[in-house]
């Protein structure tokens, strides 16, 4: 069983950079993906980015690719996601997931976080 869990959200202001983190517990023995969802008040659930096991394939959604860069740090068992250049737009609960094959689809997700709040003030 893989256990996520989100730290970092924060209420910042436009413009400004947030930095969060998913760390994960337990061992997976097939290749996977971690991704980042987000999803807004009364808004469905969407990709935001995600990277291989190895780290050496990431993903992005086009409304944060030039703003927001995923990593992963194997020896903290960590996937980060730095995000600069906040609009309120990116307002959300940010998650961390991980599937079994790359996929910007939250169905195709095992493992889910509970989330954290990042709130972009104008």
């Known amino acids: 069983q893989v256990q996520l869990a989100e730290s970092g959200g924060d209420l910042v202001q436009a413009g400004g950079s947030l930095s969060l983190s998913c760390e994960s517990s337990?061992?997976?023995?097939?290749?996977?993906?971690t991704a980042w969802f987000r999803q807004a008040p009364g808004k469905e659930r969407e990709f935001v980015a995600a990277i291989s096991d190895n780290g050496d394939d990431t993903y992005y959604s086009d409304s944060v690719k030039a703003r927001f860069t995923i990593s992963r740090d194997s020896t903290k068992n960590t996937v980060n996601l730095q995000m600069n250049s906040l609009e309120p737009e990116d307002t959300a609960v940010y998650y961390c997931a991980v599937a079994f094959k790359g996929s910007y689809n939250s169905y195709e997700y095992d493992y889910w976080g509970h989330g954290t709040q990042v709130t972009v003030s104008s």
């Open positions: 337990g061992r997976l023995y097939s290749r996977y993906v």
